[in-house]
């Protein structure tokens, strides 16, 4: 399996579904399933059994479902378009991610 450019704390936007284009923050990344967990988005309603000890009240809450990374675009900081990141090598040979559309690293 290819290895995800995304990092946690990045900026993404959905692709798909009813999400689309929606830009949200990586919360979470399940490496093996090939998925990521974005803030605020891709929301399910989850049942909740009450924790007595976590005094926590049963019910229906929202919660943010995990979303396959072909479905999320990474948004670049600097442009702020959704990209598709590369790779580059520093003169330091330090390997950065850079946005192939303003060529900033990010
Ligand atoms: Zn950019």
Known sequence: MNKTKIKQNDKVMIISGKDKTKIGKVLKIYHNKGKVLV?????????????PYKQEQ?????????????????VCDACANPTKPAFRL?????????????????
Do not use: M, Q, Y
């Open 39 to 51: 803030e605020g988005l891709n929301k399910i309603k989850k049942h909740v059994k009450p924790n």
């Open 58 to 74: 049963g019910g229906i809450k929202d919660a943010e479902a995990p979303v396959h990374i072909s479905n999320v675009r990474v």
């Open 90 to 106: 520093t003169g330091d040979g330090e390997k950065v991610r850079f946005c192939k559309k303003c060529d900033e690293n990010f």
